[in-house]
C-alpha cells in the first residue's frame, strides 16, 4: 500500500519561483554560447583509430601463436628422490621448482599460451622488464587436451615490442617412463643395492612435462639452469658448471647442493637435458680444448667399460669440425650411459645421453658389433652438435634434416675413427635397403610434409622411422654423388655457418648448395631434389638393353603403381669391363629415352654401387647375362653392386616385374661368394621367403636348398667358430655370423652340434670354476638361440638366471634374445608376461623382446595374442614414446600373410581409436598393406617356388 505525500502552500509558492528563475538562466547561457561559436568555430575532435579487437580463445589449432617470442629461460630445479634408500629414507618421486621466461610481445594481447603438462603450476607474477610493474594474472588454466596450452589470462595488456616476464612454481612426478625428467634404477653389485638416478628425455615434446615452456623446435631460447640435489649426487646439464658453484645449503634439516650452469647458446626446448646420479666419470686428457667425459655406473666406469667411448669421441668430434668447418661450441662434452633409455640415444647439446648398450664396450663380453654399434651411435650423436642442434629444422615436418644427416655423416665419422671397418660398405645393406622396404608401400610418407599435416603428436612420433633416418641418408648420399662430393661439403659448410643457431627448412640447404654448384641457375637443385624429399615412394628404371631404352615408373609390391609420379634420376652404369658406361645423365620423363650406351650384346649394370635411390629393371636377356656372369666369375661385378643385384631382383619378383624363379636364380652362385655384403642382400630376402613358408609344405625343401648353399659359407669360417675366434676383416666377421646363423636355422648339424657343445660347457663351467668358459662375442646370440631352442627347461632357466645376474647391457641382450627362440609354448607364454614386469624386462626392452619372441615361429601367435590382450596397457603406457607402439604392431604382424591374419588386422583396426592406437595408427596401415601383398604374391608363387626349391635342393 502507498501513503500520500502532503505539501503546503508557502512552499508550493516557493518552488514555483526558483524554478522559473532557473530556466531563465539557462536560457540566457544558451544565448550566450551560441554568440561565442559563431565567432570562434571549435576544431573539430580527432577522429578515433579503429582498434585491432583482441583475440580471444584458444588458438585455432594444436601450434602457439606466433605474438609471443621467448628470449631466456631461468630454471631452478629440485629433484627429492635419493640415490640411495636406506632404513632412515622414504624415496620421493617428486621434482619441484620454477622458471621464469623472458619474452618480447609482438602484438597487443591479454592472454599468454605456452605448453604445461602433467604439471602442477601454481603462483604465476607477470613483469613489465622496463619498469618492473607487475600485471595483474586473471586465471591460469590447463587446457585438458592434446594440445597441452597452458592459458594465462591478464586483467591487463600486453603492448607490441614490450619486454615481459613471467614466472611460474611447479611441482611433477619423477616417473620410470623414459619422458620427460624421468627416474631410472640399477643394481650395485658388490653391496647388492638398488640405486637411483633422475635424467631427461625432452625430444619430441616432453620439456612441457618438466617446466612451462614454449615446446616448439623454432622458439629457441637461452637457457639458464640451477639443480637443487642431494649431497652425494653430481649434477650434469648441457653448459658447463658456474665456477661458484657446488655450494651446500641446508632444507629442512638435510642438506642439498646448489649446481649452477652457465648460461646456454640459443637452442631449442627438445634439447634441454640434465641428469642428477652418483655415477664416475672418465678422466679427460690434459692438453685437451675441451673436457671430454664419459659417465656411468661407478663399476662399470672402473672396469673400464667407458674406455672405448672416450677413446673415438675426440676423433670423431675433430673430423666434424674440420668437415663442416666450425668448431663445437660447447666447452665439455659429458656422454652418460643410462640404465633405462627410450631411444638408444639423444644428441643434446653438450650432454649426450645413451642407454648402456650404445656407450659401453666389455672386452670378452661385447661383440664387434657391439663396438660399431657403439661407434655409429657415437657419430651419430655428435653430427647432431651442428645438424639440429646448431641448425635445427623449423617444424617437425622437416626431421629428416636432423636425422637424415646425422644417419649419413655417421658413416663417415666411424670411417675416420676406425678406418679398417669398411663401414662405408654397408651403408647400402643397412640404410638403402631399410628404406625400400617401407618405402614401397602405398601407406609411405614423404621426406617433408606439410607443417599442416604433421601437428599432434602422434604425427609427430610416426616421422621417427626408416624414412626419416634411412631415406634421408640414403637420398644425401645421392645428392653429393650427384653433384660432387667437394661441392657438397662446401655447401654444407655455408650453411651451417649461415643458419647456426636459428631455424632451416630445406629449402634453404638447396639454396646454399646451388650457390656453390651454379649460382645462375637458382632451381636447379631444388627441382632434382624435391621430386625425392615432397612425394613419397621411388621409382624403378626401366632398361632394354636390346633397344637401349630407359623408362622410370614407381615401385610398389602392390603392383598398382602410379605412372604420373616421376623423379629425377641420377644415372650411373658400367657394362662389361667398363665401369664410367654412363655417369651424370639424369632421367626426367616416364615415356622411353634411348641411350646408345644402354644398347649392348654383352651385360650392362644401371646404378653402379647403388648410388642413386631406384631399383633397376632389365630385359630378360640382361638379367641371363648377369646371372651367368656371377656363375662364372662373380668377382666381375663389384661387391656392394652384386648385392644390389640380389636384392633388386626379389623385390621386382614381388612386385610382379619379373618371374620370382629369376630372383632365385640370383643365389645359386652363392655357394662360391664369401663377402657379407651379397650374402646380407640374399639372406634378407630368403627370410622373407621363411616367414611366408615357414608353417607350409614349402619349408622343406627351402630348407634343404638354404643348407647346401650356405653350408661352404659355414666350412670356410669353421675353424675360426669352432675355436671361438673371429677373422680379422670387420665384413669377415659379419660374414661369419651369417654363416653361423643360417647353418643352425637350416639344422646343419655341425652347427648345431657346435651350438648345442658350446652353450654346455659353458653351463658346466659356472659348477666347478670361477672363470666360465668363454664362447666368443660375436657367436653368442647365435650359439644362446639355437642351444635354447635345441634344449629344454633346463637350458631356458639357467639362461633366465644369467640373464637377471648380468650387470652388462649388451650381454643381457643376447640372453634376451636367446631366450625368445624356445620351441616350448608355456614358457614362451611366461616369457611375455614378464614384459609386464619392469624388474624383469626393462621398460625400454618391452618392445624388442616380445618382437624377438614374435619371430620365433612357435611364438608369433602368441605375442599377436598377448600385444592384442594388453593393448590398452600398452597405449597408456607407451603411446607418448618415439617409435614403441609402431615398432610392436610391425614387429608382430611380419609374418602375416593369410585372410584370416589380414582380417585380425582389420578388426583390431575397428575395435581402436586414434587416440588408443597412437604413434601405431601409420604402422597398422602398413601391416594391413603389407599382409594383402603378402597373401597375393602367396598366392601367385607358393607352387613355383615350391618346385624350384625341390629342384635345385636335389642338384649336384
Known sequence: MVKEFI???????????????????????????QMQITKNRPTPPPTPLPTEPIPTGPPPNLRLPRNLVPDTYTIFLRPHLYTEVTNETNQSFVFTGNSTVTFLCLDRTNRIFLHSKDLNVTNPVLRRLNDSAVLKVKSIFNYPNETNFLEVEL????????????FTEFEGELLNDLAGFYTSQYEVEKDNETRYLAATQMQATDARKVFPCFDEPDMKAVFRLTLIHRDGTTALANWPQEASSGTGIVIDGERWIVTEFKPTKKMSTYLLA?????????????????????????????AGH??????ITQKILEFYEKEFGLEYPVGKLDQIALPDHAAGAMENWGLITYRESALLFVDGVSSSMNKEFIATAIAHELAHQWFGNLVTMKWWNELWLNEGFATFMSYQGVKYAEPTWDTEDLFV???????????????????SSSE??????????????SITYSKGAAVLRMLSQHIGQSDFKEGIKMYLKALQYTNADQNDLWTHLQQVVNPDNPEEIKGFMSTWTNQSGYPVVIVNTNNGEITQEQFLLNGTWNQEVLWHVPMSAMAKGDHTLLKGFLLKTAGPVVKTEMKSMDWILVNFNCTGYYRVNYNLENWHRLINQLEIDHEAIPTISRGQLIDDAFNLARGKYVDVTLALDT????????????WDAALKNMEYFILMFDRSEVYGPMQAYLKRQIEPLYIHFENYTDNSTAPESHTAQYAQLEAVSMACEVGFKNCTNMAKEKFEQWRESFKNSTNPYKIHPNLKSSIYCHAIAAGGVEEWEFAWEKYLDSTIATERDKLRYGLSCTKHIWLLNRYLQYTLDYTKIRRMDTVSTINYIASNVAGQALAWDFVRAQ??????????????LGSLIDGISERFSTEYELQQLKQFQREHTEDSLNSASRALEQAIERTEANMKWVEENKATVRDWFRRESKSP
Open 429 to 447: 645393406v643397412n640404410e638403402v635397403h631399410n628404406a625400400f622396404q617401407v618405402d614401397a608401400l602405398a601407406s609411405s610418407h614423404p621426406l
Open 155 to 166: 586483467d591487463d595488456r600486453l603492448e607490441p615490442n614490450g619486454s615481459y616476464s613471467l
Open 274 to 302: 640434465f641428469a642428477v646420479s652418483d655415477f664416475e666419470h672418465t678422466d679427460s686428457k690434459p692438453g685437451l680444448e675441451r673436457d671430454i667425459k664419459v659417465w656411468a655406473r661407478a663399476e662399470a666406469i672402473n
Open 667 to 678: 643365389t645359386k652362385y652363392l655357394r662360391n661368394e664369401t663377402q657379407y655384403i651379397p
Open 452 to 465: 599442416e599435416e604433421i601437428q599432434t603428436l602422434t604425427e609427430i612420433n610416426e616421422l621417427f622411422d
Open 871 to 884: 593393448w590398452k596397457y600398452f597405449s597408456d603406457e607407451y603411446g607418448g614414446e618415439i617409435m614403441f
Open 7 to 33: 505539501i503546503s502552500k508557502t512552499l508550493a509558492v516557493a518552488t514555483a519561483v526558483m524554478t522559473i528563475s532557473a530556466l531563465g538562466g539557462i536560457i540566457t547561457m544558451t544565448i550566450i554560447y
Open 306 to 311: 667407458a674406455d672405448y667411448a672416450h677413446s
